[in-house]
Protein backbone atom coordinates (compact mmCIF):
# COMPACT_ATOMS: atom_id res chain seq x y z
CA UNK A 1 0.00 0.00 0.00
CA UNK A 2 1.01 3.31 -0.99
CA UNK A 3 2.71 5.64 2.43
CA UNK A 4 0.99 9.24 2.21
CA UNK A 5 3.99 10.58 0.34
CA UNK A 6 3.74 8.26 -2.39
CA UNK A 7 0.49 9.16 -2.98
CA UNK A 8 -0.69 11.99 -5.94
CA UNK A 9 -1.83 15.11 -4.15
CA UNK A 10 -4.62 17.41 -5.94
CA UNK A 11 -3.81 20.21 -8.10
CA UNK A 12 0.00 19.19 -8.05
CA UNK A 13 1.64 18.69 -11.38
CA UNK A 14 3.68 15.73 -12.29
CA UNK A 15 6.08 14.18 -14.64
CA UNK A 16 5.22 10.47 -15.10
CA UNK A 17 7.30 7.96 -16.98
CA UNK A 18 7.38 4.33 -17.27
CA UNK A 19 9.23 2.06 -19.66
CA UNK A 20 8.77 -1.74 -20.79
CA UNK A 21 10.00 -4.18 -19.15
CA UNK A 22 13.01 -5.77 -20.47
CA UNK A 23 13.71 -5.60 -24.09
CA UNK A 24 10.04 -4.81 -24.76
CA UNK A 25 8.36 -2.35 -26.63
CA UNK A 26 5.09 -1.09 -25.63
CA UNK A 27 4.23 0.04 -28.99
CA UNK A 28 4.50 -2.10 -32.12
CA UNK A 29 2.10 -0.40 -34.83
CA UNK A 30 0.28 2.88 -34.84
CA UNK A 31 -2.97 0.71 -33.60
CA UNK A 32 -1.03 0.51 -30.16
CA UNK A 33 -0.58 3.98 -29.92
CA UNK A 34 -3.70 5.20 -30.67
CA UNK A 35 -5.00 2.07 -28.43
CA UNK A 36 -2.54 3.86 -25.80
CA UNK A 37 -4.47 7.12 -25.89
CA UNK A 38 -7.74 5.84 -25.69
CA UNK A 39 -7.27 3.84 -22.68
CA UNK A 40 -5.51 7.02 -21.42
CA UNK A 41 -8.64 8.93 -21.76
CA UNK A 42 -10.58 6.54 -20.14
CA UNK A 43 -8.89 6.03 -17.10
CA UNK A 44 -6.46 9.14 -16.64
CA UNK A 45 -8.69 12.03 -17.84
CA UNK A 46 -11.28 11.21 -15.22
CA UNK A 47 -7.97 12.58 -12.70
CA UNK A 48 -5.45 14.18 -13.55
CA UNK A 49 -5.44 17.06 -17.00
CA UNK A 50 -2.81 16.63 -19.28
CA UNK A 51 -0.21 19.19 -20.54
CA UNK A 52 2.18 17.52 -22.31
CA UNK A 53 2.77 13.54 -23.85
CA UNK A 54 4.98 12.12 -25.75
CA UNK A 55 4.47 7.96 -26.17
CA UNK A 56 7.61 6.13 -27.75
CA UNK A 57 8.67 2.33 -29.01
CA UNK A 58 9.79 1.56 -25.08
CA UNK A 59 8.78 4.01 -22.64
CA UNK A 60 6.21 7.25 -22.35
CA UNK A 61 6.63 10.01 -20.81
CA UNK A 62 3.50 12.58 -19.80
CA UNK A 63 2.55 15.68 -17.88
CA UNK A 64 -0.54 15.65 -16.08
CA UNK A 65 -2.16 18.03 -13.15
CA UNK A 66 -4.30 16.03 -10.50
CA UNK A 67 -7.81 17.37 -10.30
CA UNK A 68 -8.72 19.24 -7.80
CA UNK A 69 -11.58 17.37 -7.06
CA UNK A 70 -10.33 13.84 -7.09
CA UNK A 71 -12.97 10.88 -6.66
CA UNK A 72 -10.92 8.38 -7.75
CA UNK A 73 -7.61 7.10 -6.70
CA UNK A 74 -5.60 8.27 -9.18
CA UNK A 75 -2.66 5.37 -8.17
CA UNK A 76 -5.18 3.04 -9.10
CA UNK A 77 -6.35 4.59 -12.24
CA UNK A 78 -2.72 4.23 -13.73
CA UNK A 79 -2.78 1.03 -12.23
CA UNK A 80 -5.75 0.32 -14.35
CA UNK A 81 -4.82 2.19 -17.79
CA UNK A 82 -1.48 -0.22 -17.70
CA UNK A 83 -3.22 -3.10 -16.92
CA UNK A 84 -5.71 -2.51 -19.15
CA UNK A 85 -3.27 -1.58 -22.41
CA UNK A 86 -0.99 -4.53 -21.34
CA UNK A 87 -4.37 -7.09 -21.36
CA UNK A 88 -5.22 -6.43 -24.02
CA UNK A 89 -1.20 -6.08 -25.73
CA UNK A 90 -0.87 -9.39 -24.83
CA UNK A 91 -3.94 -10.97 -26.63
CA UNK A 92 -3.44 -9.27 -29.40
CA UNK A 93 0.82 -10.54 -29.94
CA UNK A 94 0.30 -14.28 -27.82
CA UNK A 95 2.18 -12.69 -25.57
CA UNK A 96 2.60 -13.20 -21.71
CA UNK A 97 3.85 -11.38 -18.59
CA UNK A 98 4.06 -7.56 -17.25
CA UNK A 99 4.90 -4.89 -20.26
CA UNK A 100 5.56 -1.98 -17.77
CA UNK A 101 8.41 -1.98 -15.31
CA UNK A 102 6.97 -2.43 -11.76
CA UNK A 103 6.06 1.27 -10.40
CA UNK A 104 5.72 4.10 -12.73
CA UNK A 105 7.67 6.82 -11.65
CA UNK A 106 6.85 10.30 -10.73
CA UNK A 107 8.40 13.73 -10.14
CA UNK A 108 6.51 16.19 -8.26
CA UNK A 109 6.92 19.69 -10.66
CA UNK A 110 8.21 22.47 -8.42
CA UNK A 111 9.30 25.77 -9.54
CA UNK A 112 8.61 27.36 -13.24
CA UNK A 113 11.89 26.32 -14.41
CA UNK A 114 10.93 22.56 -14.12
CA UNK A 115 7.36 23.07 -15.36
CA UNK A 116 8.54 24.70 -18.33
CA UNK A 117 11.62 22.70 -19.04
CA UNK A 118 9.77 19.57 -18.43
CA UNK A 119 6.97 20.54 -21.18
CA UNK A 120 10.02 20.83 -23.93
CA UNK A 121 12.03 17.26 -22.21
CA UNK A 122 8.68 15.78 -22.98
CA UNK A 123 8.65 16.69 -26.97
CA UNK A 124 12.05 16.90 -27.29
CA UNK A 125 12.59 12.94 -26.01
CA UNK A 126 12.33 10.86 -29.57
CA UNK A 127 14.94 13.44 -31.17
CA UNK A 128 16.76 12.64 -28.30
CA UNK A 129 16.54 8.96 -28.05
CA UNK A 130 17.39 8.45 -31.68
CA UNK A 131 13.72 7.77 -32.79
CA UNK A 132 14.11 10.49 -35.06
CA UNK A 133 16.66 13.77 -36.43
CA UNK A 134 13.79 16.43 -35.40
CA UNK A 135 11.27 15.87 -32.41
CA UNK A 136 8.69 17.65 -34.67
CA UNK A 137 8.50 14.88 -37.00
CA UNK A 138 7.93 12.61 -34.21
CA UNK A 139 3.73 11.98 -34.58
CA UNK A 140 3.09 10.43 -31.28
CA UNK A 141 3.66 13.64 -29.07
CA UNK A 142 1.26 16.39 -27.89
CA UNK A 143 3.28 18.68 -30.28
CA UNK A 144 1.36 18.66 -33.23
CA UNK A 145 -1.46 19.03 -31.09
CA UNK A 146 -0.41 22.29 -29.72
CA UNK A 147 0.78 23.91 -32.59
CA UNK A 148 -2.27 23.42 -34.20
CA UNK A 149 -5.79 25.25 -34.32
CA UNK A 150 -8.01 21.59 -33.61
CA UNK A 151 -9.37 20.95 -30.65
CA UNK A 152 -7.59 18.60 -28.37
CA UNK A 153 -7.89 17.37 -24.59
CA UNK A 154 -4.75 18.64 -24.12
CA UNK A 155 -4.57 21.93 -21.62
CA UNK A 156 -3.67 23.56 -25.20
CA UNK A 157 -4.53 27.19 -23.71
CA UNK A 158 -2.88 26.91 -20.36
CA UNK A 159 0.30 25.79 -22.05
CA UNK A 160 0.26 28.25 -24.63
CA UNK A 161 -0.11 30.84 -22.30
CA UNK A 162 3.09 29.66 -19.94
CA UNK A 163 5.00 30.30 -23.05
CA UNK A 164 3.59 33.30 -23.66
CA UNK A 165 1.67 32.48 -26.70
CA UNK A 166 2.26 30.39 -29.48
CA UNK A 167 5.47 32.09 -30.97
CA UNK A 168 6.95 31.74 -27.41
CA UNK A 169 6.00 28.15 -27.09
CA UNK A 170 8.05 26.98 -30.87
CA UNK A 171 10.85 29.19 -29.90
CA UNK A 172 11.56 27.60 -26.44
CA UNK A 173 11.57 24.24 -28.15
CA UNK A 174 13.83 25.43 -30.66
CA UNK A 175 16.46 25.48 -28.18
CA UNK A 176 18.64 22.26 -28.26
CA UNK A 177 18.27 19.19 -25.83
CA UNK A 178 20.49 20.02 -22.92
CA UNK A 179 21.71 16.75 -21.28
CA UNK A 180 22.92 18.48 -18.35
CA UNK A 181 18.99 18.82 -17.60
CA UNK A 182 18.79 15.57 -17.11
CA UNK A 183 18.79 15.44 -13.51
CA UNK A 184 15.05 17.08 -13.31
CA UNK A 185 13.94 14.33 -15.24
CA UNK A 186 14.79 11.54 -12.74
CA UNK A 187 17.31 10.02 -15.06
Same mark, same amino acid.
Request: net charge positive; aromatic share 18%; hydrophobic share 35%.
Given at each position: ????????????????????????????? *????? %??????? =? &??? /????? @??????????????????????????????????????????????????????????? *????? %??????? =? &??? /????? @????????????????????????????????????????????????????????K
Amino acid at each position: MPTPKDQFEPGTFYHVWTHANGLDNLFRE *EENYL %FFLSKYA =I &HIQ /PVAKT @FAYCLMPNHFHVMIQMREDLVKNPSQAFSNFLNSYTQAFNKKYQRKGSLFVPNIKRRKI *EGDSY %FTRCITY =I &HQN /PAHHG @FVKDFRDWKFSSWKSLISTSQTKLEKQAVLDWFGGLAGFIKDHELEYNPENEWLFGK
